[in-house]
């Protein structure tokens, strides 16, 4: 019995997850596959390569479409395929993945008997693609805001500030450190593009709530922007995918897909957006201005949706696209999730127990705060990582800090 699928991939810093929904039933049916534990080999630690340098995080791109290639099989595998009617792709944000020539026409001659991971191999002008944790580009930052007239205009202009892990100062510093292999890349993608172009066999264009997170485009045109990309590398434009300013459909499955996988050929594939425009999509906020909302993820946020720009003056937070051609504004914090596993983690606890110990203090810990930065900050820009106490919280504060209260608990018991 023909059934009316939608599939939802979101390729997380930790994980793929596809999740399946049935409209007329409301059944949700739901898949993750860890690249940590999944694909070994690759050596991340929280989906992540990160060196000698904490500034610098990568990933190798091959793990992403290895993930998709076992996606697909779980699909096909569960007779899930043949029923979908529409897929979209929600991906981290501001990670470029760098493809040569050969990418275009690798897609163009995929065989159903060889997976994506095995024909794709060799299409990267990169071998890693830096992802949104990556702050190694203080200096090009600088000297993009410097091009453009400072930090005001930089924001006015492409919605941020000249931000580290955005696509402009990433593809300058690419185009700096190795100028042969700038010259060798035909194609620069975002994650959200990237992946859907696997899905259609074919370069996919860029939405706004992704592109508009690259300190490339002009947000009130909705374009590309020329200063932008004179100011970041040479001969830009030619290699970067369209922006577009709505959700639109980009095209019907491939025909790999189809024979492979069992895809219904009449599948629809809608543009791929960025995790935190998708959240907006998500939580209902579409022309809800409202509510805003906070997403305690790997990186936490605080975001909401607003219908026009404003005239007013700024350069803090950020400016992506919506789906349905407005704005939204964000402010990100770095150091989320991956902090807090990092103190549940150092003291044997499990979510539970952190947080029991964190429903003992009142709202707001009567104005003590432990800020752990183990990784450098965006916002509040810190350089190195260091943890900073404020209120008048120390180390052995055992009423105000989890790490304290969670020994304090463990010796509790230790007595007992």
């Not at 990169?126 to 400072?150: Q, V």
């Not at 607003?306 to 504004?329: N, S, V």
């Not at 209120?391 to 304090?408: F, I, R, W, Y």
């Amino acid at each position: 019995m023909a059934k009316n699928l939608f599939l939802g991939l979101d390729l997380s810093t930790q994980s793929l997850t596809a999740a399946v929904i049935e409209p007329a039933t409301g059944d949700l049916q739901r898949h993750a596959i860890s690249f940590d534990s999944c694909y070994p080999s690759y050596q991340t630690t929280g989906g992540v390569i990160i060196g000698d340098d904490p500034g610098v995080a990568r990933v190798d791109p091959r793990m992403w479409i290895e993930a998709l290639d076992d996606m697909l099989d779980w699909l096909n595998q569960k007779g899930l395929s043949g029923h979908l009617r529409a897929i979209g792709v929600s991906a981290q944000q501001h990670g470029t993945v760098f493809l040569n020539q050969r990418f275009i026409k690798a897609l163009s001659r995929l065989e159903p008997s060889k997976t994506l991971a095995v024909q794709l191999h060799d299409v990267f002008s990169r071998n890693t693609s830096p992802i949104w944790m990556d702050s190694s580009t203080t200096n090009e930052c600088r000297e993009i805001t410097a091009s453009l007239g400072g930090d005001l205009n930089v924001a006015r202009l492409t919605g941020s500030v000249a931000t580290e892990r955005f696509a402009a100062p990433q593809i300058r510093k690419f185009w700096k450190e190795n100028p042969a292999g700038y010259r060798e890349t035909s194609h620069i993608a975002l994650i959200s593009s990237f992946v859907t172009s696997l899905l259609v066999a074919c370069p996919a264009p860029v939405d706004a709530g992704d592109g508009f997170g690259t300190n490339l485009a002009d947000i009130r045109a909705g374009g590309w922007s020329p200063a932008a990309m004179t100011a970041t590398a040479p001969d830009l434009e030619r290699r970067l995918p369209p922006l577009v300013v709505k959700d639109e459909v980009v095209g019907n499955v491939s025909s790999y897909l189809v024979s492979k996988y069992k895809f219904n050929p009449q599948t629809l594939i809608i543009t791929g957006s960025g995790d935190n425009p998708c959240s907006l999509v998500g939580l209902g906020l579409i022309g809800e201005p409202r509510i805003h909302a906070i997403s305690l993820g790997t990186s936490d946020t605080y975001f909401g949706y607003t219908p026009e720009l404003k005239g007013t003056q700024r350069a803090t937070g950020h400016i992506f696209g919506t789906a349905d051609g407005r704005y939204m504004f964000l402010i990100c914090f770095k150091n989320g999730s991956l902090a807090r596993e990092r103190i549940k983690d150092r003291y044997g606890l499990t979510w539970a127990d952190f947080s029991e110990i964190l429903m003992q203090m009142s709202p707001g810990n009567n104005g003590r705060i432990l800020l752990p930065y183990f990784l450098p900050e965006i916002t509040p820009p810190v350089p190195a990582p260091q943890v900073l106490r404020f209120g008048g919280l120390a180390e052995e504060d055992a009423s105000a800090n989890v790490c304290a209260v969670a020994e304090a608990k463990a010796m509790a018991m230790y007595r007992n």
